[in-house]
């Protein structure tokens, strides 16, 4: 029944800054824990970021702790990646993810439930 759908992506100069935002429909998301998600060809979906529900905690992965941002506001139903300093190799297609457990670091594609259909970051100048 939670829909979730990824916006704000698009091309950016290294160094430039995105927000991406996860709108959900279809339910709230007071019951979940969330996620960014990022992948490129021949990888696996990688976990970048991801915030809890119940306290708020947010885990985030080492090459992207100083420069992207998670955040959730509930009463709008969204999430947001606020990415800044981008560099090529951060060029992806990014999804967001919801499961119903708390997340303690962000684990794995296989851990959520619900996805995003997923959206472009460039970083090309």
């Known amino acids: 029944q939670l829909q979730l759908v990824e916006s704000g992506g698009g091309l950016v100069q290294p160094g430039g800054s995105l927000t991406l935002s996860c709108a959900a429909s279809g339910g709230s998301l007071d019951r979940y824990a969330l996620a960014w998600f990022r992948q490129v060809p021949g990888k696996e979906r990688e976990a970048i970021a991801c915030?809890?529900?119940?306290?708020?905690?947010?885990y985030k992965i080492e090459s992207v702790k100083d420069r992207f941002a998670i955040s959730r506001d509930n009463a709008k139903k969204t999430m947001y990646l606020q990415m800044d300093d981008l560099k090529p190799e951060d060029a992806a297609v990014y999804y967001c993810?919801?499961?119903?457990?708390?997340?303690?670091?962000?684990?794995?594609?296989?851990?959520?439930?619900?996805w995003g259909q997923g959206i472009q970051v460039a970083v090309s100048s």
């Open positions: 993810g919801a499961r119903r457990s708390r997340v303690v670091f962000c684990l794995t594609e296989r851990d959520y439930l619900h």
């Open positions: 915030i809890n529900n119940h306290d708020g905690s947010k």
